[in-house]
């Protein structure tokens, strides 16, 4: 599902986290200034050199409608445009700075928990959390395409959708069940697999390292914030 977001050489999860973390708090507390957008601008450049492509393409683009459809709601309501381009900022600091969480595929997060030496058992759940919903959304796939092979329309605007006997019937309840039965196989695969929460030592068959290229990125981001926090209140 989110698989095509993932860069072909991703930074440390850790680098990525906290660059993502921090780029979120200096871009919301400075919002309001006009160097916000400069400051964007300068982090989907770095975002672009690391591989980041599609994910900051698609979260750039849908925050940024959202952030305009948002920030038209309240210039009609407040019968002003001098606060209109508040609401695009906010939406795009959230949808560039998620940007480096996106292409991080979860398994190296991970493999750098299990090397940090984090509890197996919240490590194993941060993974069937974050896989679960993948594989739901390829189940919904399948029962849409059994629905059409049947005959139904299943397009959102078809009134056919809405009837409770194609709704419930035919989707609500194939989905329960593909659920309750997706849940029990990964039981039985993690039980067969000699899984034990208790067990302190755990290998990393590929392990994550931090490198020069995940320090220069946390650097940069650094920079960037350091930037938009003391450069506006020198001008004035």
């Keep these: 599902m989110f698989d095509q977001f993932h860069a072909r050489r991703p930074v440390h999860p850790l680098a990525a986290l906290f660059c993502s973390l921090l780029g979120l708090a200096v871009g ?13 601008v300068f982090l989907a450049a770095v975002y672009l050199g690391y591989g ?27 019968g002003s445009l001098d606060r209109f ?35 197996r058992a919240l490590t194993l759940g941060m ?12 189940e919904i796939s399948q029962i849409r395409a059994a629905m059409r092979t049947r005959g139904v329309d299943t397009r959102l605007n078809s009134p056919a959708w809405y009837r409770p ?4 019937r035919a989707f609500l309840i194939p989905l329960v069940m593909r659920t309750v039965n997706l849940s029990d196989t990964m039981a039985l695969s993690v039980e067969t697999r000699g899984f034990d929460p208790s067990e302190k030592e755990a290998t ?33």
Excluded: E
């Design 165 to 168: 006997s194609n709704l419930y």
């Design 204 to 236: 990393v068959f590929h392990p994550v390292f931090f490198t020069a290229r995940d320090g220069l990125f946390v650097a940069l981001t650094l920079l960037a914030a350091l930037a938009l926090l003391l450069i506006p209140p020198l001008v004035q």
């Design 52 to 78: 980041m492509y599609t994910a900051l393409l698609y979260t750039s683009i849908g925050m940024g409608i959202f952030g305009i459809v948002t920030g038209g709601i309240t210039a009609l309501l407040n």
């Design 127 to 138: 993974l069937v959390t974050v896989r679960f919903l993948p594989a739901v959304y390829g």
């Design 28 to 40: 919301m507390i400075c919002a309001r200034t006009p160097l916000i957008f400069l400051y964007l």
């Design 85 to 119: 381009w508040l609401s695009p900022a906010r939406c795009l600091v959230i949808g560039v700075c998620i940007v480096p969480l996106l292409s991080v595929p979860p398994a190296n997060l991970i493999r750098c928990l299990n090397q940090m030496r984090f509890p």
